[in-house]
């Protein structure tokens, strides 16, 4: 895994997204994201996480190692089952609302891509939870991310555009944000 080219994509979505929409278009295998991007991004969401929790609630007893775990998973769990999830839906909705053709490969590139703005909110407010706020208004770029590269990378007409942004950005928000919140559900009922 090449941390360098982890973030350089990650810059480049962030600061000029057009840009690395195109990028991004040419890449000729589509599941690379998993490799290159959304497991690595995954991985350091869940460490920053563990690494916070464990900041916050001290390094003493086996209580804090557990309570760090639980956060690390929930996080883990639910950026890996919100990104699927998304991608499954934004793939359905093109096909079904937009007349756009199934391609569920080229659906998880966008959606794994698409996510970088909660990736690094994520691996901030980890570390840092007194950011949560800031963060919280920060998401709402995933808009502007989608926007541009709705056109470049699913081909949706100019006309229906902004639909298709945002209803794939409040489904990149809040997959993720539903699953963290039943698992952690599940986790108080089951403990």
């Known amino acids: 895994m090449n941390y360098k080219e982890l973030f350089n994509i990650a810059m480049k979505l962030v600061s000029s997204?057009?840009?690395?929409?195109?990028?991004?278009?040419?890449?000729?295998?589509?599941?690379?994201?998993?490799?290159?991007?959304?497991?690595?991004?995954?991985?350091?969401?869940?460490?920053?996480?563990?690494?916070?929790?464990?900041?916050?609630?001290?390094?003493?007893?086996?209580?804090?190692?557990?309570?760090?775990?639980?956060?690390?998973?929930?996080?883990a769990v639910s950026l890996f089952g919100g990104y699927f999830l998304a991608a499954y839906i934004i793939n359905e909705m093109g096909v079904k609302m937009f007349g756009l053709s199934s391609n569920m490969a080229l659906a998880q590139q966008f959606a794994g891509y698409a996510l970088v703005v909660p990736f690094l909110l994520q691996?901030?407010?980890?570390?840092?939870?007194?950011?949560?706020?800031?963060?919280?208004?920060?998401?709402?770029?995933?808009?502007?991310?989608?926007?541009?590269?709705?056109?470049?990378?699913?081909?949706?007409?100019?006309?229906?555009?902004?639909?298709?942004?945002l209803?794939?950005?409040?489904?990149l928000m809040l997959c993720?944000?539903?699953?963290?919140?039943l698992f952690n559900k599940l986790t108080t009922i089951l403990n």
Request: proline share 4%.
């Open 17 to 75: 997204p057009a840009k690395a929409w195109e990028e991004i278009s040419v890449e000729r295998d589509r599941r690379k994201v998993y490799m290159a991007f959304v497991y690595p991004m995954i991985g350091l969401c869940g460490l920053s996480v563990f690494i916070g929790s464990l900041l916050t609630n001290g390094w003493g007893g086996p209580q804090s190692f557990q309570i760090a775990m639980t956060n690390c998973c929930a996080v």
């Open 123 to 165: 691996i901030v407010t980890g570390l840092l939870s007194d950011f949560r706020i800031i963060a919280w208004l920060l998401q709402f770029y995933i808009v502007y991310i989608v926007w541009e590269g709705s056109p470049i990378m699913m081909k949706v007409e100019e006309k229906n555009r902004l639909r298709y942004t």
């Open 167 to 171: 209803l794939s950005s409040i489904l």
């Open 176 to 181: 993720p944000a539903i699953i963290q919140l």
